[in-house]
């Protein structure tokens, strides 16, 4: 029903920054809790960021609050991750979810996942 594509990962070194696109397919998009995960190696897929479906409300991991903002633009269909100050620690794989009309629901709530797209932060 709904199609989940990241993009955005890269190489970058610490203190530098990226921006993560997460472009849905489907209908209501709109109408879809998303939210940010990533796994590290070795490593349980832990939560990022979320946003809700209506109202734009948004909650982040400690680990990343003051520096990972997540948005939408319904328009397009996509949730983006904007990440500044990296640090070596934010290395993983970042995966983008939706849960139908969502109210801060824990990671097995989320029906849809993409890929997931690589992030490498280098001292």
């Known amino acids: 029903q709904v199609q989940l594509v990241e993009s955005g990962g890269g190489l970058v070194q610490a203190g530098g920054s990226l921006r993560l696109s997460c472009a849905a397919s489907g209908r209501t998009f709109s109408s879809y809790t998303m939210g940010w995960f990533r796994q590290a190696p070795g490593k349980e897929r832990e939560f990022v960021a979320t946003i809700r479906w209506i109202g734009g409300n948004t909650y982040y991991a400690d680990s990343v609050k003051g520096r990972f903002t997540i948005s939408r633009d319904n328009a397009k269909n996509t949730v983006y991750l904007q990440m500044n100050s990296l640090k070596p620690e934010d290395t993983a794989v970042y995966y983008c979810?939706?849960?139908?009309?969502?109210?801060?629901?824990?990671?097995?709530?989320?029906?849809?996942w993409g890929q997931g797209t690589r992030v490498t932060v280098s001292s």
């Open positions: 979810a939706a849960v139908w009309r969502g109210s801060w629901p824990v990671i097995n709530e989320y029906d849809y």
